[in-house]
T-cell receptor, first 112, second 110 residues
Framework: DVKVTQSSRYLVKRTGEKVFLECVQD?????MFWYRQDPGLGLRLIYF???????EKGDIPEGYSVSREKKERFSLILESASTNQTSMYLC???????????FGQGTRLTVV | RKEVEQDPGPFNVPEGATVAFNCTYS??????FFWYRQDCRKEPKLLMS???SGNEDGRFTAQLNRASQYISLLIRDSKLSDSATYLC???????????FGKGTTLSVSS
């Protein structure tokens, strides 16, 4: 079974803090994604990566950056957390091509 | 036109009912289509891929109409355990990422 693991289920951070959300997959997948999910807005793509050290902006990259130094790990960074970044963050991975993605369990981030 | 559009529902049906969800997408070049299921406070999980010829998995049937850019999911003989949000998913214009609809909520009652 594919396993995508996010480092935290719940996180509470203060406004202005630098926040790291970590995601690890164990299936040697090339593609990795970060989405956020908000009520009424669905899943929105923040950033994705199709290979090590490669990254592409999704639909809502503002206020976020990413890092992919190793194939199995994709990190989402909030440089200076703000209250409007309170959300459920979901990491996903898939092999190259038109295939389905597998999700981690999600990190519910609250910025106070 | 939004990339992926779904009727948000909620759909409230009794056990045993047949229910259909529809989805439209804007990118005519999309090559891959999926239905995901998401339970409350859980991550989305793949329910089924959608193929051009249509496909069936037990009580679930998915159809794709490329000409109309339309995808459907039919659930027969609904069970209480089918209560969830169903997400329509399509590849983005570049074919590099999956774009999700906002989901359709189904509630099956006894």
């Amino acid at each position: 079974d594919v396993k995508v693991t996010q480092s935290s289920r719940y996180l509470v951070k203060r406004t202005g803090e630098k926040v790291f959300l970590e995601c690890v997959q164990d299936m040697d997948h090339e593609n990795m994604f970060w989405y956020r999910q908000d009520p009424g807005l669905g899943l929105r793509l923040i950033y994705f990566s199709y290979d090590v050290k490669m990254k592409e902006k999704g639909d809502i990259p503002e206020g976020y950056s990413v890092s992919r130094e190793k194939k199995e790990r994709f990190s989402l960074i909030l440089e200076s957390a703000s209250t409007n970044q309170t959300s459920m963050y979901l990491c996903a991975s898939r092999i190259q091509g038109n295939t389905e993605a597998f999700f981690g369990q999600g990190t519910r981030l609250t910025v106070v | 036109r939004k990339e992926v559009e779904q009727d948000p529902g909620p759909f409230n049906v009794p056990e045993g009912a047949t229910v259909a969800f529809n989805c439209t997408y804007s990118n005519s070049a999309s090559q891959s289509f999926f239905w995901y299921r998401q339970d409350c406070r859980k991550e989305p999980k793949l329910l089924m891929s959608v193929y051009s010829s249509g496909n069936e998995d037990g009580r679930f049937t998915a159809q794709l109409n490329r000409a109309s850019q339309y995808i459907s999911l039919l659930i027969r003989d609904s069970k209480l355990s089918d209560s969830a949000t169903y997400l329509c998913v399509v590849n983005n214009q570049a074919g590099t990422a999956l774009i999700f609809g906002k989901g359709t909520t189904l509630s099956v009652s006894s």
